[in-house]
């Protein structure tokens, strides 16, 4: 029988010191309450929750892994995937339309193929900053046999505070 994580694990209450590099502030004047709702609906939704590696339990920065957004080809950023195919052609039809200034066969075939994990690391400041460090990635859906080659750089394009913020909310099931 495993015992029930301690109170500091499921509601952190030490701040983290600043913002850190590669973090985006979603709001201002936070609190350790937004958090914790952060943190239980996402527990809720079914997310795996789980400290930073390196982190003490008390500290309010948890990463928040498994939501999962399908449909999002209209999200990917063209140009690390174009530097890959400069340096080794792979031949794929939606590739080639891409090279020609075509993305809308990669587009679709993200659409039908491919799923935009999105995981986030959330953190409180003790300047009362609700931020956040978006880690997303495409996958092939597990149904599926991966469409194009391994090795391309799929990256969704760099998204605003308010589309971060929303997506958030939506892998917390609170929006």
């Not at 956040?132 to 799929?154: I, K, N, V, W």
Request: with cysteine; glycine share 10%.
């Amino acid at each position: 029988m495993t015992s029930p994580a301690p109170a500091s694990a499921e509601r952190p209450t030490r701040p983290v010191a600043g913002k850190p590099a590669g973090y985006v502030g979603l709001a201002t004047y936070s609190s350790l309450g937004r958090l914790w709702q952060l943190l239980a609906g996402a527990s809720r939704a079914g997310r795996q929750v789980n400290a930073v590696r390196g982190d003490s339990p008390d500290t309010a920065r948890r990463r928040i892994a498994g939501y999962e957004l399908p449909g999002a080809g209209l999200l990917l950023d063209p140009a690390p995937l174009l530097r890959d195919l400069e340096d080794g052609f792979a031949p794929h039809p939606a590739l080639v339309a891409l090279l020609a200034g075509d993305a809308g066969p990669l587009r679709d075939v993200l659409n039908s193929d491919y799923v935009l994990r999105l995981d986030f690391v959330v953190a409180l400041t003790s300047g009362r900053e609700l931020i956040a460090r978006p880690e997303f990635r495409y996958l092939p859906r597990p149904d599926r046999p991966a469409a194009l080659p391994s090795g391309l750089t799929l990256r969704p394009r760099r998204l605003g505070r308010d589309e971060l913020h929303l997506l958030l909310q939506r892998a917390c099931g609170l929006a």
